[in-house]
């Protein structure tokens, strides 16, 4: 590799260009960002000036220009540093507009990366966009949307892992302290399937205009396939609510922001009963109420402390809501063809922030 490379930095503390002369060969580079932790484990693309460069052009604004601070180590997430994780995930230059975009919102208090850096629970970032552009820069939303094969979704939500761990310094065994974590933490995204969707997208729920482009980002503990073919509205939101009912959970616990991925094909069974968003996620809301004494002793103590303001003093066979309300609930449409949807129990402690972005002169 040329001696002009720039490196990851091996301490988030500093934003200045440090250049690495690496021997040429791809193993050996590999090896090197291995040995200084800068690395997910996945072989990298070495993050040469023109690789980097080519990403910096995407964006205005100067290599040093610091775009957030990224917990927990809080470290400077500088242009130049999201524009030489990316290059290492893979990015095509068209991306970093997006990538930029989901530093600000990872960044965002309501997300509280503090907690989802530092935590033994498994959470992962799922990286979601919305807009025109989501189509325009091949981001996929339908047929195995959160499986391999796409470089947009592969590449960008692995882009968000790396500066998670090389500017805000959360390195497995030490400040990330997930007891297993999950697979969803190498690369988490695809976008909205808006073209099959009966309701308006999830970014146009959020405020934004439905030709705005938007990538939001969203802790969530994993996903769960709800596989059911029956064809009544009411029918099919039980069997979701009851898969939604966990007692070991954090959204139970604090109160939490569930998210479910429906496929087209069920979002369409509830649309076609007359149902809009807002009643489904009522209907869920009601039908996911758990009894408090499903939870464990410890973990129910938990509970009266975390949400004692909103339920009061709580008794063994109190319902406990998932939500503080109904609309905290959050359906997204995606997927192919099938009688599929996917529970991603959220976090908890952390709410999905959205930010606006542009391409070149989008």
């Known amino acids: 590799m040329s001696p002009s490379s720039p490196s990851s930095p091996s301490s988030p503390t500093s934003p200045s260009r440090r250049l690495i002369d690496v021997e040429d060969d791809l193993e050996a580079i590999n090896t090197h960002y291995q040995a200084e932790h800068w690395s997910d484990g996945l072989p990298m693309v070495p993050p040469t000036l023109e690789r980097v460069n080519r990403m910096l052009n995407q964006c205005p604004g100067h290599a ?22 990316a290059v290492m995930a893979g990015c095509p230059p068209e991306l970093m507009p997006v990538l930029v975009a989901a530093v600000k919102a990872l960044a965002q208090p309501a997300f509280n990366l503090q907690a989802v850096q530092a935590t033994t629970n ?62 969803g933490r190498m690369s988490f995204c695809c976008a909205e399937n808006v073209t099959h969707s009966p309701w308006e997208s999830f970014h146009q729920e959020r405020g934004f205009d439905k030709d705005e482009s938007v990538v ?32 070991p959970s954090n959204e139970y616990t604090h109160g939490g922001e569930p998210f479910l991925m429906l496929s087209p094909e069920h979002a369409h069974i509830l649309a076609s009963a007359g149902l809009s968003k807002s009643d489904v ?82």
């Open 216 to 247: 939001s980002v969203v802790a969530v503990e994993g996903t769960m396939n709800m596989n059911s073919h029956s064809k009544d509205a009411l029918e099919l939101l039980r069997i979701f609510a009851l898969t939604m009912i966990h007692p």
């Open 122 to 183: 498994p959470v992962a970032v799922w990286v979601l966009v919305n807009g025109p552009l989501a189509q325009n820069l091949g981001f996929n939303a339908g047929v195995n949307c959160l499986g391999e094969g796409t470089v947009a979704n592969a590449t960008l939500g692995r882009a968000v892992r790396l500066l998670m761990r090389n500017v805000g310094g959360a390195l497995p065994g030490e400040m990330d302290r997930a007891t297993h974590g999950q697979p």
């Open 64 to 85: 040093q220009d610091i775009v957030a601070h990224l917990a927990p180590a809080f470290g400077p997430a500088t242009l130049e540093l999201i524009a030489v994780n």
């Open 281 to 362: 996620k009522a209907h869920l809301w009601q039908m996911s109420k758990m009894p408090a004494h499903y939870m464990g002793r410890r973990d129910f103590e938990r509970l009266q402390v975390s949400r004692q303001a909103e339920l009061g003093e709580l008794g063994p066979d109190d319902l406990l809501p998932i939500t503080v309300s109904p609309k905290e609930i959050q359906l997204v449409v995606a997927g192919g063809a099938g009688t599929h949807t996917v529970y991603l129990p959220c976090f908890g402690n952390s709410r999905a922030v959205s930010v606006r972005f542009k391409v070149g002169s989008s």
